[in-house]
T-cell receptor, first 117, second 113 residues
């Protein structure tokens, strides 16, 4: 089966600019996650979708970050305006479980490496 | 607070030697437990997971992990490492009733020829 697709692979922007990342999960996976992985740290959950609804966005800096999952398939994560500390790898993952339970684990994409200068 | 601890930031072992990566968690009940591996520039790949039953779990690439409730640990092991095992390894947990997975800070594994 095809994996989780993410684009772009790399992005360099100046601070205060905006940027968007795209994720296409595995077909049929109801649950989609965006994680932020800062260099030297483990991934941190930003937002979780169940179909096209948000389940958990408690760790999303909503003053600058936004995400949507229209039609319950693809998802975009946007940062506006970007700060230097947003430099990280942004990982998308999807899960088959309808309730997003941990039973099935996640399948991760390769990520988008963002550098803010 | 719920947490996952990987006490070793960086480990170097010789090729062919055995490996053990440590992971401790703090949760009230037995959580779901995972080990992921991340090669440079790649996403995370699931090595193995534990939900219940036999406390010794076999995974891909010759890895295994043992759940020890008394020690709140889920250490990853491999009897003989290969140069291709050099990567970052993440322990992760999810509370039984929750859906999100929380990751540790990772252990970087280097292999000495």
């Amino acid at each position: 089966e095809a994996g989780v697709a993410q684009s772009p692979r790399y992005k360099i922007i100046e601070k205060r600019q905006s940027v968007a990342f795209w994720c296409n999960p595995i077909s049929g996976h109801a649950t989609l996650y965006w994680y932020q992985q800062i260099l030297g740290q483990g991934p941190k959950l930003l937002i979780q979708f169940q179909n096209n609804g948000v389940v958990d966005d408690s760790q999303l800096p909503k003053d600058r970050f936004s995400a949507e999952r229209l039609k319950g398939v693809d998802s975009t994560l946007k940062i506006q305006p970007a700060k230097l500390e947003d430099s990280a790898v942004y990982l998308c993952a999807s899960s088959l479980a309808a309730l997003g339970t941990a039973n099935y684990g996640y399948t991760f994409g390769s990520g988008t490496r963002l550098t803010v200068v | 607070a719920q947490s996952v601890t990987q006490p070793d930031i960086h480990i170097t072992v010789s090729e062919g030697a055995s490996l053990e990566l440590r992971c401790n968690y703090s949760y009230g009940a037995t959580p779901y437990l995972f080990w992921y591996v991340q090669s440079p520039g790649q996403g995370l790949q699931l090595l193995l997971k534990y939900f219940s039953g036999d406390t010794l779990v076999q995974g891909i690439k010759g890895f295994e992990a043992e759940f020890k409730r008394s020690q709140s640990s889920f250490n990853l092991r491999k009897p003989s490492v290969h140069w291709s095992d050099a990567a970052e390894y993440f322990c992760a947990v999810a509370p039984s009733s929750a859906s999100k997975i929380i990751f540790g800070s990772g252990t970087r594994l280097s292999i000495r020829p």
